[in-house]
């Protein structure tokens, strides 16, 4: 595989990329990020895989709770209208 490469990085055009895969995957479990270039051009980006730590991805029972948070003050915002749902709905019928 002729690449330029560097100890974490290195850049391999997009029919070299296609033909060696397997390896580059394997590179970048090791480790090694891959830019992928057509005629030159940097295009993509091939890097390793990072597992986000516990602390930084919510759970998805505080992603519930903050979406309930935004919806309960995105509705105390809104007056309270007098229409009810029927008229509501004939409304956006028109």
Do not use: Y
């Amino acid at each position: 595989m002729s690449a330029s490469n560097s100890d974490s990085l290195r850049t391999i055009g997009a029919f070299e990329a296609k033909t060696h895969l397997s390896q580059l995957l394997k590179d970048a479990e090791g480790g090694i990020e891959t830019i992928i270039t057509v005629r030159g051009k940097p295009v993509a980006r091939l890097v390793p895989w990072r597992v986000p730590h516990a602390e930084e991805a919510p759970s998805e029972k505080e992603r519930i709770l903050a979406a309930i948070r935004r919806l309960r003050a995105m509705r105390a915002q809104e007056p309270a209208g007098e229409d009810s749902v029927a008229d509501l709905i004939r409304m956006g019928r028109r």
